[in-house]
């Protein structure tokens, strides 16, 4: 991943909300002291732990054996920047206990650019061990990187990840920790080719950039006229990346953030351009890995190839075989190769239906039905489906 911090960072006190407790513990009860950590130095990157708790009453709850559902009541990790909603799907992981700690270790590494809620409820404990523990609620939030001091406000990911990319490719996103100043990109971003000269046109210029309501991703389109073969910018300019080479897509530091804070430091990604991508993602090529009944673990989908991050978060659904959606938390993975779900309730014995709309593309904006560059046929007046369907089965 690139841009990753090398060093601990340990937001303990974010944000914290205590809740009243309606009964009144003893005096000289454990009083919790909740932390998400982001390390990235530690396998999976990062725990929610709980400490000061009382030892006895963590003796107990280790040998009570919990079921996930019975661990995730006393402490658990959502994704987003409030408290958990009742039906809220938890980040799996696992559970352990050390000394008079209780700690959450997420089964995947937590995305830098996802806020991310940490919520312990001791009156669960107390419900199930009885004794010395309070009963009181406690949460943390983190809100991407943005909880780190002012002015460390960073550029923490760029899509797609692949250090390989086709020489048509259609567009970057770029992924901030913290809302950004609007009107800048033009000047802050360049794209420099292996003999240190600048691409000049590369990129689309807008009036109006293309932020997601939050400011955090912005959409950078290479200019579609230089990748459509018909079109005269191609004819006279080619496209903006040629197979072969080497380049380094440079974003400078003096942009600024939302409260006027320029960022931290600059970024760059490198990668080299192979064939331009004319063809069409075949949803017939790419492999489900069906999970087990009676758990939440991921159904997953693999691709031959990388596909657009943002589309893969949206247009694919898990329904029941009676058209039913299902409820659950997406990971993008592999280099935007891997897809995975898992539902808010285990899976049950059955037929289940992935509808994948047809908007679908690939990194060169290829979709399910119709190939970038190659206009339609004159009066072809034939509806491409709006959705295609994969069927797996769980057992």
């Keep these: 991943m690139p841009n990753r911090v090398t060093a601990h960072v340990v937001f303990a006190a974010c944000a914290v909300v205590f809740w009243a407790s309606a009964c009144s513990p003893a005096a000289d009860s454990p009083i919790a002291d909740l932390i998400l950590r982001i390390d990235s130095t530690a396998p999976n990157h990062g725990a929610a732990e709980v400490s000061y708790l009382d030892l006895e009453a963590l003796d107990r709850l280790q040998r009570s054996r919990p079921t996930l559902e019975e661990w995730q009541e006393i402490l658990a990790v959502y994704a987003g920047g409030e408290e ?7 980040v799996l992981g696992t559970y352990s206990i ?14 830098t650019t996802q806020s991310y809620v940490a919520r312990y409820d001791g009156a669960a404990l107390l419900k199930r061990v009885g004794g010395r523990v309070r009963n009181e609620r406690k949460t943390v939030v983190i809100t991407g990187w943005s909880s780190a001091a ?14 390989r990319l086709p020489a048509n490719l259609l567009k970057l ?10 009107g800048e990109a033009a000047a802050r971003i360049r794209l420099i080719d292996d003999s ?6 590369a990129f689309l210029n807008v009036p109006q950039e293309l932020w997601d309501p ?8 290479f200019d579609p006229g230089r990748i459509k073969s018909d079109l005269r910018p191609h004819e006279e300019l080619g496209l903006p990346l040629q197979e072969g080479r080497a380049y380094t897509l440079t974003i400078d530091s003096e942009w600024r953030d939302a409260n006027g804070a320029t960022l931290a430091s600059a970024f760059e990604k490198r990668f080299t351009v192979i064939a331009a991508d004319r063809v069409s993602p075949a949803p017939s090529e790419w492999r489900i890995a069906a999970p087990a009944r009676n758990t939440r673990d991921y159904l997953t989908l693999d691709f031959p190839e990388p596909l657009d991050y943002a589309l893969l978060r949206r247009v694919i659904i898990v329904k029941r075989s009676s058209g039913e959606p299902i409820a659950g938390s997406i990971v993008i993975a592999r280099d935007d190769r ?7 309730q285990p899976w049950a014995a059955g037929a289940y239906i992935l509808e994948i709309g047809a908007e679908l593309e690939d990194l060169a904006g290829n979709n399910l039905t119709h190939v970038f560059d190659r206009p339609h046929a004159p009066g072809d007046r034939t509806s491409p489906p709006k959705h295609v369907e994969l069927r797996f089965n769980v057992r």
């Design 84 to 90: 958990p909603a009742p039906d809220a799907t938890a």
């Design 98 to 111: 050390s000394g008079d700690t209780l700690r959450f270790t997420p089964r995947f590494p937590p995305m």
């Design 150 to 163: 002012p002015g460390d406000t960073r550029v923490v990911h760029v899509y797609p990840t692949s250090d």
């Design 173 to 182: 996103y770029v992924l901030f920790s913290a809302p950004m100043r609007t």
């Design 196 to 201: 240190g000269g600048e691409v000049d046109d």
């Design 214 to 221: 939050d400011k955090r991703r912005l959409t950078v389109l």
């Design 338 to 344: 891997q897809w995975l779900f898992s539902p808010a």
